[in-house]
Each structure stands twice: as structure tokens, then as C-alpha cells.
């Protein structure tokens, strides 16, 4: 096991395009989260998932943004139309179910340049 | 609401100095306190865990609840700790996302 991976490592798309990220957790961990990082900001939380269940979306997650985890393994993040404010780098971690006790490991995160 | 503030984007130290990197949250209940850092071109980590008690690289950090504060200290710091450094929380009973603060970058100088 590699830890949490993303891919791709970077998207640049056009305004207007749909692009989808992925996000491969630690194979025993059944929580997943994506987060979206923007530039002199900590991370700030989207969604999250216990297994193949989407149990709390922030109110960031636009309805452009959708996310899945169709077996409870790996999760897609899709925008839909994108715009320039969607240029971030968007983080995937991943946790057992005690997260107070342990933390998320993250992934290396998918940089998303709309131009 | 929970709410994050880390008050110096920037903090550079010699080193052997002492560092200390502020983190200051606000929330109601009893929060669980992390910090994460991020060396220059490597994921982001977790460095400590304020349930743990523990040190990692000889960084401490003590939970104040009274000033709601969770600050990061090393008493003799090293080139190698040059990094970003993000203060996160999540309420106890929920067990879901963190809340960051914006990161501080610390620098320390030969």
C-alpha cells in the first residue's frame, strides 16, 4: 500500500469544461474526504464519504460539484463547467472511523488550472 | 462554528533558537487539535495530536482551554523544520472534517 493517491497531478481545462479527479484511499480505511486549497489558504473541507456513502457535503460543494464512491474504495470528484474561482488544488485523505484519535493521511493532491 | 486563526503567515527563527507557532480556535464544545505540516514539495502530514501527548521532532503542544489555544513548540530549532504548518480541529462528537487554519510558514535560518 503507497498511501492515499490522486490522480491526475495536474488539469489545466478551458472555462467551461468538465474535468474528474480520482482518489485511491489506503485500502482499510473506510472514511474518505476531499478538500480544496487555494493559494495562502488551509484546506477547506467539501465532502466526505464512509464507504460508499456520502455522509456531509459543505456548502463550498456547489451544485457543479459532485463526488462519488460508487464501491467504498476509490472516489471521483467532477466539476461540471468550470470556472477561473475553480483553480485550486483539490485534496483527497482518507481515515479509519476514529478520526480524533489518528488524523487523515492525504494524498499529493490534483492542481486544477482553469484558464 | 468552528473557526481556525493561526496569526503569523510568516515566522522566521535562527537556528538553535526557540520557535513557537500560534494557533488560537473558537469553538463551543471540547475540540480535538492537530497539527499538520507540509515540507516544501511533500504531502501534507500529521504531525501531532493533541490526545496523544505526545512530541515528534521535539515539537510539543499543549491544549489551553481556557485561552482556546494549541500552540506548536520546539525549543531549539533546526534547519529541517522550515516548512508550512497548519493547525486543524474537529469537535469531538463528530468524527468528520477538520477545519484548518491558514498556515504558517516558518523558516529557519543557518
Known amino acids: 500500500d503507497t498511501g492515499v493517491s490522486q490522480d491526475p497531478r495536474h488539469k489545466i481545462t478551458k472555462r467551461g469544461q468538465n474535468v474528474t479527479f480520482r482518489c485511491d484511499p489506503i485500502?482499510?480505511?473506510?472514511?474518505l474526504y476531499w478538500y480544496r486549497q487555494t493559494l495562502g489558504q488551509g484546506p477547506e473541507f467539501l465532502t466526505y464519504?464512509?464507504?460508499?456513502?456520502?455522509?456531509?457535503k459543505s456548502r463550498l460543494l456547489s451544485d457543479r460539484f459532485s463526488a462519488e464512491r460508487p464501491k467504498g474504495s476509490f472516489s471521483t470528484l467532477e466539476i461540471q463547467r468550470t470556472e477561473q474561482g475553480d483553480s485550486a488544488m483539490y485534496l483527497c485523505?482518507?481515515?479509519?472511523?476514529?478520526?480524533?484519535?489518528?488524523?487523515?493521511?492525504f494524498g499529493s493532491g490534483t492542481r486544477l488550472t482553469v484558464v | 462554528a468552528q473557526r481556525v486563526t493561526q496569526p503569523e503567515k510568516l515566522l522566521s527563527v535562527f537556528k538553535g533558537a526557540p520557535v513557537e507557532l500560534k494557533c488560537n480556535y473558537s469553538?463551543?464544545?471540547?475540540?480535538?487539535l492537530f497539527w499538520y505540516v507540509q515540507y516544501s514539495r511533500q504531502r501534507l502530514q500529521l504531525l501531532l495530536r493533541?490526545?496523544s501527548r505526545e512530541s515528534i521532532k521535539g515539537f510539543t503542544a499543549d491544549l489551553n482551554k481556557g485561552e482556546t489555544s494549541f500552540h506548536l513548540k520546539k525549543p531549539f530549532a533546526q534547519e529541517e523544520d522550515s516548512a508550512m504548518y497548519y493547525c486543524?480541529?474537529?469537535?469531538?462528537?463528530?468524527?468528520?472534517?477538520?477545519?484548518f487554519g491558514e498556515g504558517t510558514q516558518l523558516t529557519v535560518n543557518p
Open positions: 464519504f464512509q464507504n460508499e456513502a456520502q455522509l456531509e
Open positions: 493533541h490526545i
Open positions: 469553538y463551543s464544545g471540547s475540540p480535538e
Open positions: 486543524a480541529l474537529t469537535p469531538e462528537t463528530s468524527g468528520s472534517r477538520l477545519t
Open positions: 485523505a482518507s481515515s479509519l472511523d476514529n478520526l480524533a484519535g489518528y488524523g487523515y493521511t
Open positions: 485500502s482499510e480505511h473506510n472514511r
